[in-house]
């Protein structure tokens, strides 16, 4: 039997069909972009031009002529030029009337004019159905056809038949569209492009502060303080010691700042004896920072475990080692075998490692493509079960570190504590916390908190009608 190739025929309609005709205005990257990606779908591509015999690097198969021309070829017209170039239109009122319009453009600037370039589109041009679409998605990925890139498409438009047909094109071209609902959100959907890691701000933030802090604190214990007392050049620290110190503070600092929202919402829940208030604006930023907070803290946890792997070739490691063998062998005499120093060391390097593989177990399940292959009761027990686990274990990982030299007076430099001493306070202040709530008199009292019970429901009835803050 002969075998017949697919690339012959359009991947969303039969040969057999008369082709759906679609008007591009505009000729740059994204519009021929756009356009060649429909041609290879099966669409027919008419382009409007202000120079239509200029026009160059269009699509094969497509045609070029005035705008006036182009807009009568199709019901369906996309706008891939700026806004500052919308004024034309108001020239093409009777041409463009009852016809769709789909506004493509982003701005410089969120925010940049008073409407979004959707709205003020519809204003321009009031007999025209405006749907906003398509910019979010970028010239390259139509080119690459989208398999390395977002294949989401977010529309919104006040008529929903002229919604549905850019939603039908849309899919037809191997994307997903996704429903914002009316043109007011037409704001948001042109902000969104212009958005540089709005989530990852503040833990970014949050991160180069503590390891701004955590870096000097050491600078000053470990090399600051034996220059001025012992006249002793400690800066070969720099570079490796001390940085194998801040990175593992800084996890161990924002794993549990990923915990530390959850546990204040719960005593703001029992304080108020309600869920039906809202919690305060920072709070509510911090909770939606969580997950970010946990990539970053892993990403030093990782940068721990490099460092740490890199410290038998030290040549400062390797002199120290050389030099007391040497002055054992000198001086024939030999330190005893320790067993509690055994196991403290051997304890300290298994919950190290088995906090590490927790901690890399969470970061995987936090990605879309595992999350959603499992169920809210999956995800909730990963990420807060194992979650807390995993917090236990770097907590006693740090505190197995520190041993006796806790409340070793001999160990404070300046009056300052070591700095994974200060390190452990936010972790075990959640970990006592959280040990608290899950008390049974106090637990099942949030439990039907969350479940809908009310302390006061009055109060919640007079929050309702505007009198509390809700």
Not at 126 to 147: M, R, Y
Not at 339 to 355: E, I
Not at 377 to 397: D, M, N, P, W
Request: charged fraction near 15%; include cysteine; proline fraction near 5%.
């Amino acid at each position: 039997m002969e075998k017949i190739s697919t690339d012959a025929f359009p991947l969303t309609m039969h040969s057999s069909e008369k082709q759906e005709t679609i008007c591009i205005f505009g000729t740059g990257d994204f519009g021929r972009s756009l356009g060649l990606k429909m041609l290879q779908c099966g669409y027919s591509i008419v382009f409007g031009s202000r120079t239509p015999r200029m026009s160059s690097l269009l699509p094969n198969g497509a045609e070029v002529m005035s705008y006036s021309d182009a807009a009568q070829k199709s019901d369906i017209i996309i706008i891939a030029i700026h806004r500052e170039h919308y004024d034309f239109l108001t020239e093409l009122t009777e041409v463009l009337n009852g016809k769709i319009l789909v506004d493509v453009s982003n701005n410089l600037k969120i925010n940049q004019y008073p409407e979004s370039n959707a709205e003020y589109l519809a204003q321009l041009v009031p007999g025209t159905h405006v749907v906003k679409a398509f910019n979010t998605i970028s010239a390259w990925a139509l080119q690459s056809g989208a398999l390395d890139a977002s294949r989401q498409v977010l529309i919104c438009g006040n008529d929903s038949k002229a919604k549905q047909r850019v939603m039908d094109v849309v899919r037809s071209l191997g994307l997903t569209p996704l429903d914002k609902g009316s043109l007011v959100a037409a704001n948001e959907i042109e902000n969104y492009p212009l958005q540089l890691f709005p989530m990852w701000k503040f833990p970014f933030y949050l991160s180069a502060v503590l390891c701004v802090f955590f870096f000097f604190y050491c600078v000053i214990r470990e090399v600051i303080y034996p220059y001025v007392h012992e006249k002793r050049d400690r800066t070969f620290r720099l570079p490796i010691s001390i940085p194998n110190s801040v990175f593992p503070i800084a996890a161990l600092t924002l794993l549990a700042l990923v915990y530390l929202p959850g546990v204040i919402a719960a005593i703001l829940q029992l304080y108020r004896g309600t869920k039906y208030r809202r919690f305060p604006d920072w709070l509510d930023h911090w909770m939606l920072c969580r997950k970010q907070l946990g990539l970053i803290a892993l990403g030093f946890a990782f940068l721990h475990v490099l460092y740490t792997l890199v410290i038998p070739i030290r040549y400062y490691v390797r002199w120290t080692l050389n030099n007391r063998t040497v002055t054992q062998a000198i001086t024939k005499k030999e330190n005893p075998f320790s067993t509690t120093t055994s196991w403290l060391s051997d304890s300290y390097v298994a919950l190290g490692m088995l906090g590490f593989f927790l901690f890399v177990l969470l970061g995987i399940t936090s990605l879309p493509s595992v999350s959603n292959t499992v169920n809210w009761r999956e995800f909730r027990f990963v990420q807060s079960k194992l979650g807390y686990l995993t917090l236990i274990l770097c907590t006693a990982h740090t505190l197995v570190y520190g041993g006796k030299r806790f409340l070793n007076p001999s160990n404070l430099v300046w009056y300052l504590p070591s700095a994974y001493v200060i390190a452990l306070i936010i972790p075990c202040t959640v970990l006592v916390i959280k040990f608290i709530l899950i008390l049974p008199c106090i637990d099942k009292t949030l439990m039907r908190i969350r479940q809908g019970w009310e302390r006061n429901p009055k109060y919640s009835e007079s929050a309702l009608n505007g009198k509390t803050d809700i």
